[in-house]
């Protein structure tokens, strides 16, 4: 792989331009990373790309290796790992609540006490997440609890 960089003073705007012999999955994974930097991730459902605003997000869980990411009345599929979308996102409004699962902090409507030191967090949709232990006391930190 070629990376060309060209500065311009003159240009209003950065404008990336991608030249290849055939659309792969790794230039495919790297026009994702890209698309986060605008805060947008690709994600498939019924077998159809759709370009999600980061914002819309309520949160993003990982089952049996495949990754799910929630709005408040949709599912789609994303192609990246949790692992990457968490070490996008964190930064922003979303906190990782468990190995599994990441959430928008945006979205959380009550969060409840459970054993163990666990929290039960309730979204504005209705959906009830489990933080476990080991990150509820860093997700009370952020939220200032």
Known sequence: MKITIQTDAALTETEIF??????????EHILEALRLVDNQITVTK???????????????ESVD???FVYTE?????????LYELDARLCGQSFQRISKSCIVHIR???????????RLRITLENGE???????YADELKKRLGI
């Open 73 to 81: 009345h949709d599912c789609f599929e994303s192609r990246l790992k």
């Open 18 to 27: 991608v030249r290849a012999p055939a659309l792969t999955p790794e230039l």
């Open 107 to 117: 979205y959380i409507h009550t969060l409840r006490a459970e054993l163990d030191r």
């Open 128 to 134: 009830q997440l489990i933080a476990s232990r080991q």
């Open 46 to 60: 019924n077998g159809e790309t759709h370009i999600l605003d980061c914002a819309k997000i309520a949160y993003i």
């Open 65 to 67: 290796r495949r990754t």
